[in-house]
């Protein structure tokens, strides 16, 4: 699991921090696994990612950690939803 976050505190033309942030929140999941290459017949090692999802939101300083703390939750469900829906229609 790959988990990012970016927050960037907003200022006005002079310098003065605002009240708000702009935040990117990034998660990525992936499964490390020997792959065969047809060219060589050897086996490499490779990462395989089944799920890399962000979201990008703009909110109060104060309150910038929690809001990253749903949006993460937020995307490990629909991470986990979209694993287990594609190991049901396997």
Avoid at 4 to 23: D, F, M, V, W
Wanted: hydrophobic share 30%.
């Amino acid at each position: 699991m790959y988990f990012s976050l970016t927050a960037l505190r907003q200022q006005n033309n002079s310098g003065e921090q605002l009240t708000h942030c702009a935040a990117y929140v990034e998660l990525e999941f992936s499964t490390g696994t020997n792959v065969y290459n047809p060219v060589n017949n050897q086996k490499h090692w490779a990462s395989i990612t089944w799920c890399n999802i962000g979201t990008l939101f703009n909110w109060r300083a104060s309150e910038i950690q929690s809001r990253a703390n749903e949006e993460m939750r937020d995307l490990v469900g629909r991470c986990i939803d979209k694993y287990t829906s594609s190991i049901r229609n396997n």
